[in-house]
């Protein structure tokens, strides 16, 4: 899908692989996790590269949407249970959430949609990762968990994400039993958009990101951060926020220009 022009931001030394693999494509860029080996968790330093890429593309004007993918078998595995042991203070372990907080903050806050594209397994804070995802497509042999329950630890912050996604019900079942969802029922309780076979996974997520790659990306920008700002308000407050940046939004030059042409034709 990607493989136009290509550039690495990596928190790594120079002899290791990047963490994050960072390929343009046109207005769509790819970022890959790039620790198979590790089943590509959320290492401190894994987090500190995805974060540094993407708020490197925020300010891209050139690039409409971002894909975010992973090498190997697995999505991603949750954080790196070796940074989390016992020799790890309460505030050393605040200060590592923390920064995975910050994290998908960033995603939320890019004015580019995000996709995720899942394949094999996506765990506890790897599950989160794709819920924090604006929209998400897996393929049909991908599963899912908030599985910390198993070790005695509940996935507050995956939660967190994950109840924003799934009807409270599905998602507190999830968090407390710590089992695995397979593709299907991850699209049936809305924590992805499509499931496509694996064969077919790179195919869909090109054409879904090309369909919104073409609209405002203006437009764009300003309706993602009004979807989840309107989330968090009153039905009052919301109107009236929707209201506002709707008004806005149909004074740019491309709403005035598409409404233009779409009068223009229906006269």
Same mark, same amino acid.
């Given at each position: 899908?990607?493989?136009?022009?290509?550039?690495?931001?990596?928190?790594?030394?120079?002899?290791?692989?990047?963490?994050?693999?960072? !390929?343009? !494509?046109?207005?769509?860029?790819?970022?890959? &996790?790039?620790?198979?080996?590790?089943?590509?968790?959320?290492?401190?330093?894994?987090?500190?590269?995805?974060?540094?890429?993407?708020?490197?593309?925020?300010? !891209?004007?050139?690039?409409?949407?971002?894909?975010?993918?992973?090498?190997?078998? /697995?999505?991603?595995?949750?954080?790196?249970? =070796?940074?989390?042991?016992?020799?790890?203070?309460? =505030?050393?372990?605040?200060?590592?959430?923390?920064?995975?907080?910050?994290?998908?903050?960033?995603?939320?806050?890019?004015?580019?949609?995000?996709?995720? %594209?899942?394949?094999?397994?996506?765990?506890?804070?790897?599950?989160?990762?794709?819920?924090?995802?604006?929209?998400?497509?897996?393929?049909?042999?991908?599963?899912?968990?908030?599985?910390?329950?198993?070790?005695?630890?509940?996935?507050?912050?995956? /939660?967190?994400?994950?109840?924003? =996604?799934?009807?409270?019900?599905?998602?507190?079942?999830?968090?407390?039993?710590?089992?695995?969802?397979?593709?299907?029922?991850?699209?049936?309780?809305?924590?992805?958009? %499509?499931?496509?076979?694996?064969? %077919? &996974?790179?195919?869909?997520?090109?054409?879904? /990101?090309?369909?919104?790659?073409?609209?405002?990306?203006?437009?764009?920008?300003?309706?993602?951060?009004?979807?989840?700002?309107?989330?968090?308000?009153?039905?009052?407050?919301?109107?009236?926020?929707?209201?506002?940046?709707?008004?806005?939004?149909?004074?740019? !030059?491309?709403?005035?220009?598409?409404?233009?042409?779409?009068?223009?034709?229906?006269?």
């Amino acid at each position: 899908m990607m493989g136009n022009t290509s550039a690495d931001v990596s928190v790594a030394s120079a002899a290791e692989a990047p963490f994050v693999r960072v !390929d343009h !494509d046109g207005p769509v860029v790819r970022l890959t &996790l790039n620790r198979a080996a590790k089943y590509n968790v959320l290492s401190a330093a894994m987090m500190a590269a995805l974060k540094q890429s993407l708020e490197t593309l925020a300010s !891209d004007r050139s690039v409409r949407v971002i894909v975010l993918a992973a090498e190997g078998r /697995a999505f991603c595995a949750g954080h790196d249970l =070796n940074e989390m042991g016992s020799e790890i203070s309460t =505030n050393e372990m605040r200060a590592l959430f923390g920064v995975c907080s910050q994290l998908m903050l960033t995603i939320r806050r890019l004015p580019q949609p995000v996709i995720a %594209r899942v394949q094999g397994v996506a765990t506890a804070a790897g599950c989160q990762l794709v819920a924090m995802c604006d929209l998400a497509v897996a393929s049909d042999d991908a599963r899912f968990a908030v599985s910390g329950i198993n070790l005695g630890l509940f996935c507050s912050t995956p /939660a967190v994400a994950l109840s924003r =996604n799934v009807l409270q019900k599905p998602a507190l079942e999830m968090l407390l039993t710590g089992e695995f969802i397979d593709a299907p029922t991850a699209r049936e309780r809305g924590l992805v958009n %499509r499931v496509v076979p694996q064969a %077919r &996974l790179d195919a869909e997520i090109a054409a879904l /990101a090309a369909q919104i790659a073409a609209k405002s990306p203006e437009a764009i920008a300003l309706g993602k951060r009004l979807f989840y700002e309107q989330l968090e308000l009153s039905i009052e407050a919301a109107y009236e926020r929707a209201s506002d940046v709707m008004a806005c939004n149909a004074g740019t !030059d491309d709403a005035r220009r598409g409404i233009a042409r779409f009068t223009k034709r229906t006269v």
